[in-house]
Structure formats: C-alpha cells, structure tokens
C-alpha cells in the first residue's frame, strides 16, 4: 500500500538533507533504494530510523493508478451483451 501524499512528501524532505542521500542517483547510500520508490511505500522505513512506516494514504491513488487500474477493470456494459 501507499504512503500519502503528506507523508511522501514529509519522507522527502528528510531524504533530501540527509549526509546518507546520494543525488547524482537520487538513492539512499545505506539501503541503495531509489528515495522516490522508497518513500512511497507506506510500509517501508529509513535504516536508520529518520523516518518510519506509516498508514497507508487515502489520498495515495493517483490518477496515473487509477488509469492503470481501469485498463484492467472489467467493463459492465460487456455483461450485458
Ligand atoms: S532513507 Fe534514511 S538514511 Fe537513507 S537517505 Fe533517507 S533519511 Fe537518509
């Protein structure tokens, strides 16, 4: 499940001024993640614990997800014929 947006956003920021944070890469040295994966996980945490797990995010579907989503939905109008 996803973080929110508030949460990825407050994960962000910590990445950002943290000596751990390679910017070339855009990825945590200790973990070797890619922060923007990272952070966007609701149930991932920081090895070093500057940031932790949180609660999935109501707010998480984006509408790149929801598109995605809806490619594989199955179309009621196709019960119908
Ligand atoms: S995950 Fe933790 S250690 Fe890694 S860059 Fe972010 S704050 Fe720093």
Redo the contacts with the bound molecule.
Sequence with gaps: MLASVKDRLKRAE??HA?D??RRSTKQ?T??GCL?SL?ISWANTR???D??LEVEAGQDAITKFQKRVWGMFAKDPSQDQK
Aim: charged share 15%.
């Design positions: 910590i990445c943290c751990h944070y945590c200790l973990c922060i990272k920081c090895p070093v500057k940031w």
